[in-house]
């Protein structure tokens, strides 16, 4: 196991985990509950972690994450039902479908 990211947030740990999983590459995410723990712990030593179970897919997962922090945050608009989705989603929020820029 290596750890691939650190995140600020649990929903961004999750989101990460869930973005290499859609890759093919399986990922856990560990200090969860370690929020509890700030004031005792640094606060940094108390941000969730993501780690892919399979050494040899670090580069694949870096590359994965690196398309996630490099996401627009621009708005887009759904071809198929015409609502807006930001600029980070692949699929629209409303009807699913695969939104334009990533088609």
Partial sequence: MRRVYTAATLPEAH???QQLESAGISAQ??????QGAIGELPVTDAWPDVWIVQNH?????RAVIERYEASP??????NSCGEISPGSFEL????????PTQA
């Avoid at 995410?29 to 370690?34: D, I, L, R, S, Y």
């Avoid at 629209?92 to 939104?99: E, K, P, R, S, V």
């Fill in 57 to 61: 897919q670090f580069r694949a997962a």
């Fill in 73 to 78: 945050e621009d708005e887009q608009l759904c």
């Fill in 29 to 34: 995410v560990f200090n969860e509950n370690a």
């Fill in 92 to 99: 629209c929020w409303h009807c699913h479908a695969l939104l």
């Fill in 15 to 17: 989101l990460i985990r």
